[in-house]
């Protein structure tokens, strides 16, 4: 069974980092792409990062993030991770990651589509306050 486990919101200032993990199990094989997804209070959700997994390279990130934000994985690919610096109020939602698996194409511009996603973890709280 494919799971996705996110951790490591929390509360933190303006200005402040914090790191987001993501555990993964139950993959057959290493072809699979983790993505990061955020939902804030009234907004839909929103892709925030992708993709890192064994034998992918390319990272994409929102417009919004860019430069602040780093996504990176072990060397195991089992943990996807989400640093997160500089944050700011408008970075406070609830932080998912899912999975795509098995990669049959190369994600590109398409890695922002929550259709694209096979499998989903539970979300974990990131707040900022001003």
């Known amino acids: 069974e494919v799971q996705l486990q996110a951790s490591g919101g929390g509360f933190v200032q303006a200005g402040g980092s914090l790191r987001l993990s993501c555990v993964v199990s139950?993959?057959?094989?290493?072809?699979?792409?983790i993505g990061w997804f955020r939902q804030a209070p009234g907004k839909e959700r929103e892709g925030v990062s992708c993709c890192y997994s064994v034998g992918h390279a390319n990272t994409y990130y929102a417009d919004s993030v860019k430069g602040r934000f780093s996504i990176s994985s072990d060397n195991s690919g089992e943990m996807t991770f989400l640093q997160m610096n500089s944050l700011k109020p408008e970075d406070t939602a609830v932080y998912y990651c899912a999975a795509i698996y098995p990669v049959v194409a190369p994600i590109g511009d398409r890695w922002w589509r929550e259709s694209e996603y096979d499998y989903w973890g539970q979300g974990t709280l990131v707040t900022v306050s001003s």
């Open positions: 139950g993959f057959t094989y290493d072809d699979y792409a």
